[in-house]
């Protein structure tokens, strides 16, 4: 039997057997793991707050044949921001849903670890939480290779300019001098600041990723553009954040 310390985020938390829960814990070493967390009466309440949904802790953790069981945790932050407040905990529960999906299927890796912590402390403090995880995961999606080539032409590879044509069947920017008559039905026009933005959240590092300023109007061009890009490479639907568009005039009363 091993003992491990590690820090890791809670991605997700449900019950186990009556009495127990299990996690899934996104760890910088080990990538994703699931770790059964024992309910007994003298742990309960050490580690209530350090499994809690979203939390970044501190686990010790016995392993054996690649199972994982909760020796003891402390919570270094519990991000309470997301127990207040409806739109911000769908945006966390979106990022952590498409995080979770690829940390399950990578070697672990430690990019990716560091990219949801940036991303997740930005989401419990930002004024725009949802735009926030979108492109939050957009740049995840760039991490691990599924890159919009953003730079020039995705065929001839000469610069582009306005109007900014981007083909999502073919990953990239079309040049002015490509043949749009097989292509023109589904090519996207980027506004020059969109394309900006969009460049910045695939190339910034982790620390200046979430360091910029957007019109309300760039945000909702790169907002589309983020959930395109990631339905498409992911050939997965991604719900959560539906709920709020439809509700959105709700949520406004
Ligand atoms: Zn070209």
Known sequence: MNVIT???????SFPWKERHKLLHLLTPELGLITALAPASE??????????QLFSL???VLTEKQGRYSVRSAFVIESFVPFY???ERLTAVSHASEVFTDVARHDEPNRTLFDLWAYSVYEI???EYPVFIARMATLRLMVEIGLTPYLDSC?????HVN????FSFSEGGLLCEREEF???QAELTILSPDALALLRHIATAPHKKLFRFYASSNTRSEASDFADRWLEERMEKRYNRLAFLDENSTFLID
């Open 6 to 12: 590690t820090k890791a985020f809670v991605m997700k």
């Open 181 to 183: 008559r097989q292509t």
């Open 154 to 158: 995705v065929r001839c590879h000469s």
């Open 124 to 126: 419990s403090v930002s």
């Open 84 to 86: 207040n407040d409806f």
């Open 162 to 165: 306005v109007p900014y044509r």
């Open 42 to 51: 003298r742990m309960k309440s050490d580690i209530r707050g350090a499994t």
């Open 57 to 59: 802790s501190e686990f």
